[in-house]
């Protein structure tokens, strides 16, 4: 009933800024009340690092990118945004986007849906 794609990942240096793009799709699309980026670095778990609510009014960040990270959405255009400033190495990361109506915005189990992931590498 959703499909998501994301792009926009790539390979940038520390300091460097990137803009992720997540397609949004399906039936049940509009009836989404949060949207969100996770990232998974490998020996890690799912980390939850930006959600917004449906009408781009309410978003939550992890404290470790806070700051630095921006989310958005254009329903317009059916997609999903995460503008990501002053990069680390440790953000590097699978990251991939995901849509759901439960709580809280930033636990990967309150999605259902989810895309493949895009990844970013951040270099010294």
């Known amino acids: 009933q959703v499909q998501l794609e994301e792009s926009g990942g790539g390979s940038v240096q520390a300091g460097g800024s990137l803009r992720l793009s997540c397609a949004v799709s399906?039936?049940?699309?509009?009836?989404?009340?949060?949207s969100a980026w996770f990232r998974q670095a490998p020996e890690k778990g799912p980390e939850g690092v930006a959600a917004?609510?449906?009408?781009?009014?309410?978003?939550y960040y992890a404290d470790s990118v806070q700051g630095r990270f921006t989310i958005s959405r254009d329903n317009d255009k059916n997609s999903l945004y995460l503008e990501m400033n002053s990069l680390k190495p440790e953000d590097t990361a699978m990251y991939l986007c995901?849509?759901?109506?439960?709580?809280?915005?930033?636990?990967?189990?309150?999605?259902?849906?989810w895309g493949q992931g895009t990844q970013v590498t951040v270099s010294s």
């Open positions: 399906g039936s049940s699309a509009s009836r989404i009340h949060y």
């Open positions: 917004i609510g449906s009408g781009g009014g309410t978003t």
């Open positions: 995901a849509a759901g109506w439960g709580w809280p915005p930033l636990n990967p189990s309150t999605y259902k849906y």
